[in-house]
């Protein structure tokens, strides 16, 4: 026999035992001769494979069906191994002569085309490699959702079918997954039959198939819903993101998933920057690639005559600084034809231990801070083009970062806010799956024959724990997936890709909390008893009166509606909402660390929770079998099954009524019908809407190369106020003015002086947050944007993860006692502390965001304030007094002329404020008169630019570019 040589993989973790079990009678029960038998034949064998050179010898492994994969905890359990011959690879380097079937020894029934490999079959995924002792996948199939075979939800499409050969000899069946087809073969029909059937009933068999779509038609399934590891933790602002993001590299022990719309290799990721040179994004990777850890990083490789984002430069100097760092960009637009979308997520994996996902891509501008300051002279914080103002300028070019775009002396940077947030458990190998499935993809289309680019294999994970066996919760599950699968319809054409070539692949890996979880078995059962508004159990739900938009989206625990009444005897009747939210504040925890002063408000409190990730992906982004668009369900379902309130923060707000046969997706709609169920029941309902004052976007408003800044404007407004698709208008004609008891819209700004004696000066807080809070339980945070292009699957590439608390905290809500959660209700008093310029002492002022006293009173008069005193001291725009072109080049021409000099957005202020006093001119410091703004929080210019049709004209470039663009 042939043995391994030393050093060589061993099977010493694996007892022998565990292949082959001595089955022993039960007690009592008389031996039968039988019995006996196969007692003496398991221990003969037992002993037998006690031998580790027979055990490592190639001929017991294909004896057995056994290779280095089999018993690899983080591949998932053992099902079918065995050689196979297939076509599609190329040629494999070998001295082995044993790479034809035997018949083509005599028969010549393979051309030369045909090889030998071994086939790997887990429960996620069937890898091909060189032989049983071989770790580096030849090719993978990541195993995905897959449709009905008659459209609206029967049978599932098999992944394996069997192949009729015409010449008896052969013996062939077909693997299909996503726009993947590979054909292979083996040695009889039998073994044929034994192959389909064990890849059908791996893929498709719930709990653990993966092929079968989950609640919104995602991927993945919730979790959380017993204890299996689930955490997550929000980070507002870029400071806190970051520092965290650094510290998660430094501890990074096997490999880090990067992907992004946009790297900057020479971000730093904590500041003052001169101090932090260890903390520069290729520093952080170059120290953890010399230390062996291998490093991945997905790219969007962006149309370069329509942004200026660099991807290649980022590519060339990732690539310099170490071998064990590999980049992909993606896609190729020629081949592709993929001009108009583009891979928009933002994500950071560590050992798939922990995952960051949200809005912050790891780039200039980004960094910030609640203080959102303006300027920063000399640099402290922002070095060079990272102090960022793309209203004023985006850079040309980025290879000499420390060299400032703009002048610090007279501009302004643009304060960015955003919102992050880390996963710990399933739901973060769920995203490490998702990217191993576009790494992979990309890798076959744009670097087939690369060597140094591998193939990535994703750790596996049950798709439903296995610990929670036949339960009839996971039979909900099953109906769910179902359901939610008939109605996932798309009417969108997708750009197919040219076919896969192969590339190395990445596979996903095995749960680690399975082998050494502490918590003991029991904790394992679904908890029947925990408290649950109008629910048993965690897939317990309710209708709403009304039919859901999304009627394939029926919310199980993840949105529990837990009786109010019931929780009103868990309340004392002398409790203080101030107090409450100031204990709290001061003492909110980080896994089991309190949050230093500092990063209060930045940073929340690490909490085990119920969560699903979902996606919008295709097969142009992510070679999938269909289109993907479980973030819009997930947004639509959420908001019709709000109680009292949704709170949104987004970069764009443009989405579509019921009819609206130009923007497709149908979150509007779902706002609109539940401002009217409020209405209609007398009830109070609030929606509050934060996004950019203006696109953040090179241009003023009336430049002649700012069309796209218009049209963006154009749609945004078509949305919230004007035209009859919008729904201010609608709500307008059945409520009258009472309109913005439901609804209202606002944005954020910020001012200062740009250095010690400097100008003051002002600029929007750029909201590129993703974030939807609901009733302080759910919270939906990642990286789509609301509109189209983010929304609908087809389009842009996005993820996002929904999740519910599970740790509940006593708050109000309508003024009466409600049970918030930990998770979603401090990550709302973050906020808004932020938007308000709320102290720790005054947070109990809104620990109820329903009532007048809250919403009208502080929020909605805050609002208000702020944008007259910003209005009266610098006249900046966007604002309401400017409804048409002609008036917007009165303003600028009548300030540029007092001034002096101003910013693109009027936001420069005088150096002192004219007013009358007993007769005479009196000049005041602006500064005096700004400091009565409270945070950051200005009402949005509903009337701005309203006389004007915002849409390019037919001498613009714009014009003749598809709309789609724009929405």
């Given at each position: 026999?042939?043995?391994?040589e030393t050093?060589?993989?061993?099977?010493?973790d694996?007892?022998?035992?565990?292949a082959l079990p001595?089955?022993?009678?039960?007690l009592g029960r008389q031996h039968?001769?039988s019995?006996?038998?196969?007692?003496?034949?398991?221990?003969?064998?037992?002993?037998?494979l006690g031998?580790l050179?027979?055990?490592?010898?190639?001929e017991v492994?294909?004896?057995?069906?056994?290779?280095t994969?089999s018993?690899s905890?983080?591949?998932g359990?053992?099902?079918?191994?065995?050689?196979v011959?297939v076509?599609?690879?190329?040629k494999?380097?070998?001295?082995?002569?044993?790479?034809?079937?035997?018949?083509?020894?005599?028969?010549n029934?393979?051309?030369d085309?045909?090889?030998?490999?071994?086939?790997?079959?887990?429960?996620?995924?069937?890898?091909l490699l060189?032989?049983?002792f071989?770790?580096?996948?030849?090719d993978?199939?990541?195993?995905?959702?897959?449709?009905?075979?008659d459209g609206i939800g029967?049978?599932?499409?098999p992944?394996?079918v069997?192949?009729?050969?015409?010449?008896?000899?052969?013996?062939?069946?077909k693997?299909s997954?996503?726009n993947r087809?590979?054909?292979?073969?083996s040695?009889?029909?039998?073994?044929?039959?034994?192959?389909?059937?064990?890849?059908n009933?791996?893929?498709?068999r719930?709990p653990?198939?993966?092929?079968?779509?989950h609640?919104?038609?995602?991927?993945?399934p919730p979790r959380?819903?017993?204890e299996?590891?689930?955490?997550?933790q929000?980070?507002?602002?870029?400071?806190?993101?970051?520092?965290?993001?650094?510290?998660?590299i430094?501890?990074?022990?096997?490999?880090i998933?990067?992907?992004g719309?946009?790297?900057?290799?020479?971000?730093?990721?904590?500041?003052?920057?001169?101090?932090n040179a260890?903390?520069?994004?290729d520093a952080?990777?170059?120290?953890k690639?010399k230390?062996g850890v291998?490093?991945?990083?997905?790219?969007?490789?962006?149309v370069?005559?329509?942004l200026?984002?660099?991807?290649?430069?980022?590519?060339?100097r990732?690539l310099s600084i170490?071998?064990?760092i590999?980049v992909?960009r993606y896609?190729?637009?020629?081949?592709?034809?993929?001009y108009?979308?583009s891979?928009?997520?933002?994500?950071?994996?560590i050992?798939?231990?922990?995952?960051?996902?949200?809005?912050?891509d790891?780039c200039?501008?980004?960094?910030?801070s609640?203080?959102?300051?303006v300027?920063?002279?000399p640099?402290?914080?922002?070095?060079g083009?990272d102090y960022?103002?793309?209203?004023?300028s985006e850079?040309?070019?980025w290879?000499?970062?420390m060299k400032?775009?703009?002048?610090?002396?007279?501009?302004?940077?643009?304060?960015w806010?955003d919102?992050h947030?880390?996963?710990?458990?399933p739901?973060?190998r769920?995203?490490?799956?998702?990217?191993v499935?576009?790494?992979?993809?990309?890798?076959?289309?744009?670097?087939p024959n690369?060597q140094t680019?591998?193939?990535?294999?994703?750790?596996?994970?049950?798709?439903?724990p296995?610990?929670?066996?036949?339960?009839?919760?996971?039979e909900v599950?099953?109906?769910?997936?179902?359901d939610?699968?008939?109605?996932?319809?798309?009417?969108?054409s997708?750009t197919?890709l040219?076919s896969?070539?192969?590339?190395p692949?990445?596979?996903?890996?095995?749960?680690?909390e399975?082998?050494?979880?502490?918590v003991?078995?029991?904790?394992h059962e679904l908890?029947?008893d925990?408290p649950?508004?109008?629910?048993?159990?965690?897939?317990?739900?309710?209708?709403?009166?009304?039919?859901?938009?999304?009627?394939?989206?029926?919310?199980?625990g993840f949105?529990?509606?837990?009786d109010?009444l019931?929780?009103?005897?868990d309340?004392?009747?002398?409790?203080?909402k101030?107090?409450?939210?100031k204990?709290?504040w001061?003492?909110?925890?980080?896994?089991?660390?309190?949050?230093?002063?500092?990063?209060?408000?930045q940073?929340?409190?690490r909490?085990?929770c119920?969560?699903?990730?979902?996606?919008?992906?295709?097969?142009?982004?992510a070679g999938t079998?269909?289109?993907?668009?479980?973030?819009?369900?997930?947004?639509?379902?959420?908001?019709e099954?709000?109680e009292h309130?949704?709170?949104i923060?987004?970069?764009?707000?443009?989405s579509?009524?019921?009819g609206?046969?130009?923007?497709?997706?149908?979150v509007l709609?779902?706002?609109?019908?539940?401002?009217?169920?409020?209405h209609?029941?007398?009830?109070s309902f609030?929606v509050?809407?934060?996004?950019?004052l203006?696109?953040g976007f090179?241009?003023g408003?009336?430049?002649?190369g700012a069309?796209s800044v218009?049209a963006?404007m154009h749609?945004?407004?078509?949305t919230?106020?004007?035209?009859?698709?919008?729904?201010?208008h609608n709500?307008?004609?059945?409520?009258?003015a009472r309109?913005h008891d439901?609804i209202?819209?606002?944005?954020?700004?910020?001012?200062?002086k740009?250095?010690d004696?400097?100008?003051?000066?002002?600029?929007?807080?750029?909201?590129?947050?993703?974030?939807?809070?609901?009733d302080?339980?759910?919270?939906?945070?990642?990286?789509?944007n609301?509109?189209d292009r983010?929304?609908l699957?087809s389009?842009?590439?996005?993820?996002g993860v929904?999740?519910?608390?599970?740790e509940?905290?006593?708050?109000f809500?309508?003024?009466?006692?409600?049970?918030a959660?930990?998770?979603a209700?401090s990550?709302r008093?973050?906020?808004?502390?932020?938007h308000?310029?709320?102290?720790?002492?005054?947070m109990?002022?809104?620990?109820?965001?329903?009532?007048?006293s809250t919403?009208?009173e502080?929020?909605?008069?805050?609002?208000?304030?702020n944008?007259?005193?910003?209005?009266?001291?610098?006249?900046?725009?966007?604002n309401?007094?400017?409804?048409?072109?002609?008036a917007?080049r009165?303003c600028?021409?009548?300030?540029?002329?007092?001034?002096?000099?101003?910013?693109?957005?009027?936001?420069i202020?005088?150096?002192?404020?004219?007013?009358?006093q007993?007769?005479?001119?009196?000049?005041?410091?602006?500064?005096?008169?700004l400091?009565?703004v409270?945070g950051?929080?200005v009402?949005?210019p509903?009337d701005?630019?309203?006389?004007e049709?915002?849409?390019?004209?037919?001498k613009?470039?714009?014009y003749?570019?598809?709309p789609?663009v724009f929405?």
């Amino acid at each position: 026999m042939e043995v391994l040589e030393t050093g060589a993989f061993f099977f010493r973790d694996v007892p022998s035992s565990a292949a082959l079990p001595i089955i022993r009678p039960e007690l009592g029960r008389q031996h039968s001769m039988s019995d006996r038998a196969r007692v003496a034949m398991q221990g003969y064998l037992n002993h037998f494979l006690g031998n580790l050179d027979i055990v490592n010898s190639r001929e017991v492994c294909k004896f057995l069906e056994v290779s280095t994969l089999s018993f690899s905890p983080e591949y998932g359990p053992k099902q079918k191994e065995d050689y196979v011959m297939v076509n599609h690879l190329p040629k494999i380097l070998d001295d082995d002569d044993d790479r034809k079937c035997s018949p083509c020894q005599w028969f010549n029934c393979c051309n030369d085309n045909w090889q030998k490999v071994w086939a790997v079959l887990k429960p996620g995924f069937l890898a091909l490699l060189k032989d049983p002792f071989d770790t580096k996948p030849l090719d993978i199939i990541v195993f995905d959702v897959l449709p009905p075979s008659d459209g609206i939800g029967g049978a599932r499409v098999p992944l394996a079918v069997e192949i009729k050969e015409r010449n008896p000899l052969r013996h062939s069946f077909k693997v299909s997954c996503g726009n993947r087809s590979i054909r292979l073969r083996s040695k009889s029909g039998a073994k044929v039959k034994d192959w389909v059937a064990a890849i059908n009933d791996a893929a498709l068999r719930l709990p653990e198939g993966w092929c079968h779509p989950h609640r919104f038609g995602s991927f993945a399934p919730p979790r959380g819903l017993a204890e299996d590891g689930s955490e997550v933790q929000w980070f507002v602002d870029g400071r806190a993101a970051f520092e965290s993001i650094a510290s998660a590299i430094d501890e990074a022990k096997s490999e880090i998933f990067i992907c992004g719309w946009w790297v900057c290799p020479e971000l730093y990721l904590r500041r003052p920057f001169q101090t932090n040179a260890s903390s520069r994004l290729d520093a952080l990777l170059e120290a953890k690639a010399k230390q062996g850890v291998q490093i991945y990083i997905l790219l969007y490789k962006e149309v370069a005559l329509a942004l200026k984002i660099n991807s290649v430069y980022s590519k060339r100097r990732l690539l310099s600084i170490h071998e064990n760092i590999r980049v992909l960009r993606y896609p190729d637009h020629f081949s592709s034809g993929v001009y108009l979308w583009s891979h928009h997520e933002k994500l950071v994996i560590i050992d798939n231990h922990i995952c960051f996902i949200g809005g912050l891509d790891l780039c200039f501008g980004r960094y910030d801070s609640s203080d959102h300051k303006v300027g920063d002279v000399p640099p402290k914080i922002w070095p060079g083009k990272d102090y960022y103002n793309p209203r004023e300028s985006e850079p040309n070019t980025w290879e000499d970062t420390m060299k400032d775009e703009i002048d610090r002396e007279k501009y302004p940077r643009m304060p960015w806010h955003d919102v992050h947030c880390a996963l710990w458990g399933p739901p973060c190998r769920d995203v490490a799956r998702h990217f191993v499935q576009r790494w992979n993809y990309a890798k076959r289309n744009k670097a087939p024959n690369e060597q140094t680019i591998p193939l990535l294999m994703p750790q596996h994970h049950m798709v439903i724990p296995h610990y929670m066996g036949s339960s009839k919760e996971m039979e909900v599950e099953k109906k769910i997936s179902e359901d939610t699968y008939r109605a996932i319809k798309r009417d969108d054409s997708v750009t197919s890709l040219s076919s896969f070539q192969d590339i190395p692949l990445l596979i996903p890996q095995e749960a680690d909390e399975l082998r050494g979880s502490n918590v003991d078995s029991k904790s394992h059962e679904l908890e029947d008893d925990q408290p649950s508004r109008g629910s048993k159990g965690p897939f317990s739900f309710r209708k709403t009166k009304n039919d859901s938009l999304v009627e394939d989206t029926p919310m199980t625990g993840f949105v529990d509606n837990f009786d109010s009444l019931a929780f009103k005897q868990d309340l004392s009747s002398d409790i203080s909402k101030r107090t409450l939210e100031k204990e709290w504040w001061e003492t909110q925890e980080r896994g089991d660390q309190v949050v230093s002063a500092d990063e209060t408000g930045q940073v929340g409190p690490r909490v085990s929770c119920r969560c699903q990730v979902i996606r919008s992906v295709s097969q142009w982004s992510a070679g999938t079998s269909q289109v993907e668009e479980s973030i819009h369900r997930a947004y639509c379902s959420l908001i019709e099954r709000a109680e009292h309130f949704v709170y949104i923060e987004n970069q764009f707000f443009i989405s579509g009524l019921k009819g609206d046969e130009i923007i497709r997706n149908r979150v509007l709609e779902s706002m609109y019908r539940r401002i009217i169920r409020a209405h209609q029941e007398k009830k109070s309902f609030r929606v509050i809407i934060v996004i950019p004052l203006l696109p953040g976007f090179q241009g003023g408003i009336d430049d002649a190369g700012a069309a796209s800044v218009r049209a963006i404007m154009h749609w945004q407004y078509r949305t919230i106020y004007r035209g009859q698709n919008s729904i201010l208008h609608n709500l307008y004609d059945l409520l009258g003015a009472r309109m913005h008891d439901y609804i209202s819209f606002y944005g954020l700004r910020s001012y200062g002086k740009l250095f010690d004696g400097g100008p003051v000066a002002t600029s929007q807080v750029y909201v590129h947050s993703k974030v939807m809070i609901v009733d302080d339980c759910t919270v939906l945070i990642g990286s789509a944007n609301i509109n189209d292009r983010s929304l609908l699957g087809s389009r842009d590439s996005e993820i996002g993860v929904l999740i519910e608390d599970k740790e509940l905290v006593d708050s109000f809500m309508g003024g009466k006692p409600w049970k918030a959660g930990k998770f979603a209700s401090s990550l709302r008093h973050s906020l808004w502390s932020e938007h308000l310029g709320l102290s720790a002492v005054e947070m109990g002022h809104i620990i109820d965001p329903v009532i007048d006293s809250t919403y009208k009173e502080i929020w909605m008069a805050t609002a208000k304030t702020n944008t007259m005193i910003y209005q009266d001291v610098i006249s900046c725009i966007p604002n309401d007094l400017i409804q048409s072109r002609s008036a917007l080049r009165q303003c600028m021409t009548y300030y540029k002329d007092k001034l002096g000099h101003t910013t693109i957005d009027l936001g420069i202020a005088p150096v002192k404020l004219e007013s009358y006093q007993d007769g005479s001119i009196r000049g005041t410091d602006p500064m005096e008169r700004l400091k009565s703004v409270k945070g950051h929080l200005v009402s949005f210019p509903l009337d701005f630019m309203c006389k004007e049709d915002l849409r390019p004209g037919y001498k613009e470039s714009e014009y003749y570019a598809s709309p789609q663009v724009f929405h």
